[in-house]
């Protein structure tokens, strides 16, 4: 028996379906298409090449891709595009999340289950679009005693400071959304909210196990952020830039991961703590404190999290791939676009179709684009395997490992950059250079 | 103004350091039961075990029921080891009735008893890796679990709770070509559990976290009265099965397993490796068993147990786990105490976790082989 609805009957249904639109249309024309003439009347109508720009023609250019092509090429290199599409929010939420699915097939695989296997007939594709539409439809559950402002605020400061990361990264000759001289130490500037932004939820939510968990977040990203500057200073030198673009640029010949794998190693395991990842996942540590610094965290604020994260691991993958492993640089593999479809058209039967806007991107930007996706999912992979084989380690251990060994390793790191650099060997001037 | 306490009543005095976590029941590193830890930073100042949430009566209920009727509720405390936990019960019983068991029905009682310990240890060892953050080591053991299940539930017709043992034997034979597959089954498991070694044990990680926390030493081991694996790992060896063997155990072949350290890994190593003797407890009895023969010794309707009193025991994947049966002349026991190793190893507990660190609880806490259900019977 269902207690929905008792008294559903379908006739009636589809009954009142009917009344609703006949009582929409009447409305409609009786009310609406007199604003609408009315409104037309006061508004003056461009002309454009000769012909008054009424509604109908603008329809008709729609229609048309030798007038359609060139402003969506014109709106794809708006700033708009690059912060919503492209190199920034969407691309970098596409590509974390359909690696995130791999990652989770594989681990499956490593521990011989099956893995999302249901939603969306093959292999489970759409898991992670169910995960985020059962979070989107859970009850967000607010503690009575919480800091309400600041707890509301963290998650929003988590995705934004998640985005503001992705905005640094270069994907391709060109294509990046901000691009400022000093584009590293931007990078370090954005990384150093995330602690803060883990307290002061942590903090906020006033429970012991989030102020625990956000406690050991904040001792072991600092503990981390040090070697984390240290280990990036050999590729600065070596290239001579702070600018993103620039160093990918001075790695044309060579990826500077041949000459600094120290520098290389130390960057990667700091990536691994500051995103919380086995075995550095000691902040959200089940069997201890709960979930950690999100345990107070419900519903779509939790999903917004978790969004932050995937963000930050596409960004820190991207910047592996940027400062060691040549970025966007490799061999042309992406066709040339056919000429003949701008000269010639696409012919259908009958019909001839002419794109004089084509190509929408070159040949370079696509090539790009193909090895910065391919080096970048590789690093996101290599993120993800540890899962499969490590235990977590404890607090002292990381502290010990970041404040100890890893300051070492880069210092060590940036003595080899400065001794290919005094050598002539790298370097502006030198021998490879 | 002042509040007036009740006489003997007092208020706790509250350090500013010191922070009192609250580890249970509903929280996904304490199992049915409660922690009161007090922490300093990170540093654990003192550790209150409050079990007692899935207390059931066990031994109460025992006195209702007529020694036949008392098996499937007996086993309900710890039901992937439920061979184990009635063993003791049907020792006791048949010596309070005077029944002799059928030599088959001892192999097969040992059998069962065996891959019974091999499911309770994998179970173990699976929330261990998971505790540790280890989940490869939660989903391996998960499923090679299976394995005995199915051996068990080709037994015994149940997957968990298999009611198998009785008074007088086992229940059903053994069907027609078990031995054969039984031997197959325990083979592959040998060379997976070979496996467990390389992602587990030998892990950095896991030995710079395990080794040298939670130091248990022989001393305190035996005067704090732990049992099982906790008192093997910290170098006493004693085990029931060895000491005092009971059914068929000194026919067969294997070893204790004894390790000196006394810390967290030891105390995780020690039910793997007795995992192994297991197997070959298992193999040995296949070859030693008669192959034919009755495996139950039939009891007369409702037998009545004489004046007496008996206290059986057995090692069972937690420890020793005893059984003092008093009978007057009447169909259902007088009484019936359970004396189980979960119980007795948690008794150190708060000395093992004063002074640790924080990090270390969910290693300490499983590694002493403690299911609360069964504590708390």
Redesign the interface.
Known sequence: MSTIAPQFRLSRFIGSLFDLIFWVILIFSLVGLPIVFIVLFYIKLPVINGQLMTPYLAMTWMADPSRTLPIVKNFMHTTIFKVMAFPGFGFAALLAAATIFVERKF?AK????VGPLYCGKIEGILQLMGDGFKLMSKEIIIPAKADKPIFWMGPLLFVGAAGAFVSLIPVAPGWVVANPNVGLLAVFAVIGFFPIIAVLTAWAANS?WTF?GGLRALHQMVAFEIPLILSLLGVVILSGSLNLSQIVVSQEHFWWIAFLPIGAIVFFITILAELER??F??PE??????AGWLTEFSGMMYGLIQLGTYLKLYAFAGLFTVLFLGGWNGPMVWPPFPQDIITQGITIGPVTAKFPGLPLFDQEMLNGTLWFVIKTVGVILLILLP???????????ILHTGWYKLIGLAFINIFIALGLLYAGVLGPGGLLH | MTTQLPPGMHLETVDDKIMTLNVGPQHPGSGHMRLIIKVDGDYIVSCDPDPGYVHRGEEKMAEYRNYIQNIPHLERPVIHDSSNILYPYCLGVEELLGIEVPERAKYIRVIAAELNRCIYILYWLAIYGIFLGHSTMFMWPAGDRELFIDLLEAMSGARVTHAYLVPGGVRNDLPSNFEERCLRQVEYFEKRLKEYEAVFYQNPLLKARTEGSGILSRTDAIRLGTTGSVLRASGVDFDVRKKEPYDVYENLDFQTIVMKEGDSYARSRVPYLEMFESCRIIKDALRKMPKSGSVRTKLKPNPKGGNDEVYRRVESGRGAIGYYIVSNNRPEPYRVKISVGSFRNLICMPYLLKGEKLGNMPAVYWGLNYWPVEADR
């Open positions: 681990l490593i521990q011989l289950r012991k625990i086995v075995p996942d000691l540590a089940e069997s201890e404190i709960v899962r499969g084989v490590f235990p977590r380690v404890r607090i002292d251990m």
